[in-house]
Nanobody, 122 residues
């Protein structure tokens, strides 16, 4: 079984910073793309940033220049450094990873973390 665990999150004032982390564990053969999504109340879950195994990154326009995604392949962990936070960044943040599990099925499938609340006060 594969799990993504994401501690962190919390309450911060506008202009502040938070760092999220997400560690994958279980019977994992390989991890391809890892990413962070967020879902605000009443809205759909949207991609915030993603990073390939080789380190190529992609960001939604609203966080460019403020958020930084990174990963440690040896630790099977993805990070999201969030700076200059704004109230509109308030949401539940979910990590996501394309994982090939050691379960006899040689294909990638998407796994999700449990979500962590980030609240930015004005």
């Amino acid at each position: 079984q594969v799990q993504l665990v994401e501690p962190g999150g919390g309450l911060v004032q506008a202009g502040g910073s938070l760092r999220l982390s997400c560690a994958a564990s279980g019977r994992i053969l390989d991890i391809n793309v890892m990413g962070w999504y967020r879902q605000a109340p009443g809205k759909q879950r949207d991609l915030v940033a993603s990073i390939s195994r080789g380190g190529n990154t992609n960001y939604v326009d609203s966080v460019k220049g403020r958020f930084t995604i990174s990963r440690d392949n040896a630790k099977k962990t993805v990070y999201l450094q969030m700076d200059s936070l704004k109230p509109e960044d308030t949401a539940v943040y979910y990590c996501n990873a394309d994982v090939m599990a050691n379960n006899g099925s040689p294909r990638y499938r998407a796994y999700w973390g449990q979500g962590t609340q980030v609240t930015v006060s004005s």
